[in-house]
């Protein structure tokens, strides 16, 4: 995998440890921070299914650095595609049902990182 791809998977996949950790662990501070449209009153109420949201985000993170630990260069490279898909498809998903900004914040880093795979 070209060194391109892999510090654009290593970025991603900092990024979802980051969501991961304000889901699980900060949702009622940091999560108001993010989610400045959310009823504040309702980041209690919500806090479980958040954490939930969180751990799959460590989830996709986790393969994602699993893929840069990989040695064999095609199953780094198919293990790395597979999470990026992933991360595509949900940041997708949030464009639609959530916001915008997820589009930006997920899709497009995932769909570079699939192209620079996919060209190298």
Not at 16 to 35: C, D, N, P
Not at 62 to 75: E, F, Q, Y
Request: aromatic share 16%.
């Amino acid at each position: 995998m070209l060194l391109a791809a892999k510090i654009i998977v290593a970025l991603i996949a900092l990024l979802h440890l980051y969501i991961m950790w304000f889901e699980m662990f900060a949702w009622e501070t940091k999560g108001r921070k993010v989610f400045r449209q959310f009823p504040k009153e309702l980041f209690p109420k919500t806090k479980v299914m958040a954490a939930n949201q969180g751990l799959y985000n460590g989830f996709l993170a986790a393969g994602l650095i699993w893929s840069l630990l990989i040695k064999d260069t095609i199953w780094q490279e198919n293990i790395a595609l597979f999470f990026l898909a992933c991360v595509a498809v949900a940041g997708l998903y949030g464009a639609y049902s959530a916001s915008k900004k997820i589009l930006y914040v997920q899709f497009i880093p995932a769909s570079i990182g699939i192209a620079l795979i996919l060209l190298s």
